[in-house]
Structure formats: C-alpha cells, structure tokens
C-alpha cells in the first residue's frame, strides 16, 4: 500500500505541477498580449503604415490562440492577411494562415490550404513552410496519399531552399517525417522499402509530387480563394 500512496502521491503532485505551469503560461500570454495592444495604439497614434500595424496585429493574434481566445484570434488575422498580400508580404500572410488554422474554425483548412500555396509559390522560410505541410500530414488519415505529397515537398524545399544549419535541421526533419508517414501508410519499415514506396507513389520526381500538392490544396481551399492567385504571380519577379 505504501508504494501505492507514493505513486499516487506523484501523480498528484504532476498534475498539479502541469496546471502551475499551464497558469503561469498564460499569465505570460495575457501579459504579452496587454504590451502589444498598447504597442499597436502607440502606433495607431504616430500613425504608422498599415502594414506596419498589420505586423502587431498578427503577434496579437497568436496570442489569442494561445489564450484560446479563437474568435478574435481569426478576426484579426484575417484581417491582416488581407493587408500582407496587399503590400505583398507573403511570408507573413502565410504565417497568418498558420494561424488561422490553429483557431479550429471550419473556414481553418481553407486557410491551411492557401497558406501552402504562398508558402510553396514563393520564396519565403522554408521553416513555415515545412510547420505548414506538417499541418497537412496531421489531418490526412494514414492510408491517404496527401500526407505522403506532403512530407516530400517539405523535404525538396528544405533541400532547395534552406541553407546551412538549418538545412540540416529541416532536413533531418522533413527524412524523418517522411520516414513515420510511409510507415503508417504502407508498413515501411526499410530504405529498400521506402525507395520503392517513393517510386510506386511518383514521389521522386518534383514535377509530379508538386501538381499532387497542387489537388491537395484545392482540397483543402474548395475554390474559396482570398486572393488572385494569378495576379499575385505576375508580381513575383520570376513571374513576370
């Protein structure tokens, strides 16, 4: 019995160690919350550009999310993703999409979906990038193909796009996401067997898994575009 009490006596005492530190974490957030929105009137007051308040206003969202505070969290980065693609500032209209996603709202996949799309048709971090795909690969189910589309475009990215330490990181990353989906999905479970299981799936060759992503978007989006994908295009350097 004594060893009993003390085993029950630890899990109280973790639980109650998890509910200090979930309390003091949103603490945290409710602090860093009340600084930026008095950060964002000091700015609204020296009338700084609107994108300029859109990036205050982006950090205030997350922390809403944080908060679990969706609602508002959605409102407003919905708003300043408006006004990023605007003054053309896609890395952050598509961080606002990550974060648009994490409100959990039905619209929240559409705006997973046009995330990846800015995060794949410009140059932007390849660490969002790649935060966004994985996205992906948690809401596929295992024996669908998307999660596999997913994974190898974050890893090409990562390869193509990302330099130095974190390449490696995103790189080792990415081999080891691919890795745990091909097992999932087909019980791979050996490099002979993953090099099949990539060619079976045309997972090797980026003009193929790229117009795959490409489905894998318009499922996600449903024709609910926020923006004019082609316009956009055309003022990216290399689309003009």
């Known amino acids: 019995m004594k060893h009993l009490?003390?085993?029950?006596?630890?899990?109280?005492?973790?639980?109650?160690?998890?509910?200090?530190?979930h309390g003091a974490e949103q603490t945290?957030?409710?602090?860093?919350?009340?600084?930026?929105?008095?950060?964002?009137?000091?700015?609204?007051?020296?009338?700084?550009?609107?994108?300029v308040l859109a990036d205050a206003q982006l950090?205030?969202?997350?922390?809403?999310?944080?908060?679990?505070?969706?609602?508002?969290?959605?409102?407003l980065a919905r708003t300043?993703?408006?006004?990023?693609?605007?003054?053309?500032?896609?890395?952050?209209?598509?961080d606002a999409c990550d974060i648009l996603f994490q409100c959990n709202r039905p619209e929240s996949l559409t705006a997973l979906g046009q995330g990846i799309w800015?995060?794949?048709?410009?140059?932007?971090?390849?660490?969002?990038?790649?935060?966004?795909l994985t996205h992906v690969i948690e809401e596929t189910p295992?024996?669908?193909?998307?999660?596999?589309?997913?994974?190898?475009?974050?890893?090409?990215?990562?390869?193509?796009?990302?330099?130095?330490?974190?390449?490696?990181?995103?790189?080792?990353?990415?081999?080891?996401?691919?890795g745990t989906v091909a097992r999932r999905h087909s019980g791979v479970d050996s490099p002979e067997q993953l090099d099949q299981w990539m060619e079976r799936l045309e997972l090797k060759e980026p003009e193929k898994?790229?117009?795959?992503?490409?489905?894998?978007?318009?499922?996600l989006v449903q024709d609910d575009w926020w923006f004019d994908r082609q316009a956009l295009q055309d003022r990216l350097p290399f689309g003009r």
Request: aromatic fraction near 6%; proline fraction near 2%.
């Open 118 to 132: 800015l995060a794949v048709t410009c140059p932007i971090d390849p660490e969002l990038t790649t935060e966004l």
């Open 209 to 219: 898994f790229l117009v795959r992503l490409r489905n894998v978007v318009d499922v």
């Open 142 to 178: 295992d024996d669908a193909d998307g999660a596999a589309v997913a994974a190898t475009t974050a890893l090409f990215l990562a390869d193509v796009r990302a330099a130095g330490h974190q390449r490696e990181d995103l790189m080792f990353f990415a081999t080891q996401m691919l």
């Open 28 to 51: 945290a957030l409710q602090a860093h919350l009340q600084a930026l929105t008095e950060r964002l009137a000091e700015l609204e007051q020296s009338n700084a550009p609107c994108d």
């Open 5 to 21: 009490d003390l085993f029950a006596e630890h899990l109280i005492d973790t639980a109650a160690d998890s509910v200090i530190g």
């Open 59 to 75: 950090q205030m969202a997350r922390a809403l999310v944080g908060l679990g505070r969706s609602d508002e969290a959605w409102s």
């Open 80 to 94: 300043v993703f408006d006004t990023f693609i605007e003054h053309d500032q896609f890395e952050l209209a598509a």
